[in-house]
């Protein structure tokens, strides 16, 4: 299982940016996909997850502002991002897992090598 995430980028206070992840494999459907992001000098943190059934949860610094979605005929979840603030610039992963849970506390089977959001203030 591979994910290629893309759509970062330079962007000012304000503005909104849409993360795209992208996997192979046939069973995506059946993933609980996650977004996560490390910014600089700090640890990876999870930013929001969304199970095979549509339900998500979020970080409490992105509620409101961000929204994961995902289309499972493209194989593809998305992080649609608004309001963004200087403190939310970091590299953006997605993780798939196989367990259905939306627990946060199960680990995630896949990695993608990340995308980098720069948020200027």
């Known amino acids: 299982v591979q994910l290629q995430a893309s759509g970062g980028g330079l962007v000012q206070t304000g503005d909104s940016l849409r993360l795209s992840c992208v996997v192979s494999?046939?069973?995506?459907?059946?993933?609980?996909m996650g977004w996560f992001r490390q910014a600089p000098g700090k640890e990876r943190e999870f930013v929001s997850v969304?199970?095979?059934?549509?339900?998500?949860n979020y970080a409490d610094s992105v509620k409101g502002r961000f929204t994961i979605s995902r289309d499972n005929a493209k194989n593809t979840v998305y992080l649609q991002m608004s309001n963004l603030k200087p403190e939310d610039t970091a590299i953006y992963y997605c993780?798939?897992?196989?367990?259905?849970?939306?627990?946060?506390?199960?680990?995630?089977?896949?990695w993608g090598q990340g995308t980098k959001v720069t948020v200027s203030s």
């Open positions: 494999g046939r069973t995506f459907s059946t993933y609980t």
């Open positions: 993780a798939a897992r196989t367990s259905r849970s939306i627990s946060s506390k199960i680990p995630y089977d896949y």
């Open positions: 969304i199970t095979w059934s549509g339900d998500s």
